[in-house]
């Protein structure tokens, strides 16, 4: 059974950048059938996919996102990490990293992890 | 982008009650399709794959249907436990896109 789980800094200051990291467990990140996805949820609002990396490096961004956004893989540490420059208020979320599997949609998620962005 | 849209965005029911759930989509996904339940403070959990595929462990009270533009999740008699946010999830292409949900209160 995969698991997956969030970790980085709970708050970051506006203009700054939002680093998170997220550890696949019962499973290797190597999977050629596996591509490891950041989606974010706002406060009491819908959830919104930021991107995914595959484990050889290959990437592919919201459009909405993607002038700010980048997501690495680190095989030998089993980690995938997601960084968000020139953070505002707006990107105040709870972030969640998650798993696209061989049926294409989002099937492992990590609990999630809140960022706030505050001075 | 495909725009998902979902309906109603809450719904008021009681425990046993049949209810559902309709997404729409801004074109054709074909059945790429998922429906997730998510409860306060956790992470959105998989109920339905490929808009009526049944994942492992989910109670046979939960179904999808539809292909297209137009799906549907049922429950077919509400349990306490299923009061909750539910929302689809189209992977037809990138970036994958949430419907906004719908908030299923007692």
């Known amino acids: 059974q995969v698991q997956l789980q969030e970790s980085g800094p709970g708050l970051v200051k506006p203009s700054e950048t939002l680093s998170l990291t997220c550890t696949v467990s019962?499973?290797?990140?190597?999977?050629?059938?596996?591509?490891w996805s950041w989606v974010r949820q706002p406060p009491e609002k819908g959830l919104e996919w930021i991107g995914y990396?595959?484990?050889?490096?290959?990437?592919n961004y919201n459009p909405s996102l993607k002038s700010r956004v980048t997501i690495s893989v680190d095989t030998s540490k089993n980690q995938f990490s997601l960084k968000l420059n020139s953070v505002t208020a707006a990107d105040t979320a709870v972030y969640f990293c998650?798993?696209?599997?061989?049926?294409?949609?989002?099937?492992?998620w990590g609990q999630g992890a809140l960022v706030t962005v505050s001075s | 982008d495909i725009q998902m849209t979902q309906s109603p965005s809450s719904l008021s029911a009681s425990v046993g009650d049949r209810v559902t759930i309709t997404c729409r989509a801004s074109q054709g996904i074909g059945n790429d399709l998922a429906w997730y339940q998510q409860k306060p403070g956790k992470a959105p959990k998989r109920l339905i794959y490929a808009a009526s595929s049944l994942q492992s462990g989910v109670p046979s009270r939960f179904s999808g249907s539809g292909s297209g533009t137009e799906f549907s999740l049922t429950i077919s008699s509400l349990q306490p436990e299923d009061f909750a946010t539910y929302s689809c999830l189209q992977h037809k292409s990138y970036p994958l896109t949430f419907a906004q949900g719908t908030k299923l209160e007692i």
């Open positions: 998650a798993r696209e599997g061989g049926d294409g949609d989002l099937d492992y």
């Open positions: 019962g499973g290797s990140i190597s999977s050629v059938s596996s591509y």
């Open positions: 990396v595959y484990y050889r490096g290959s990437t």
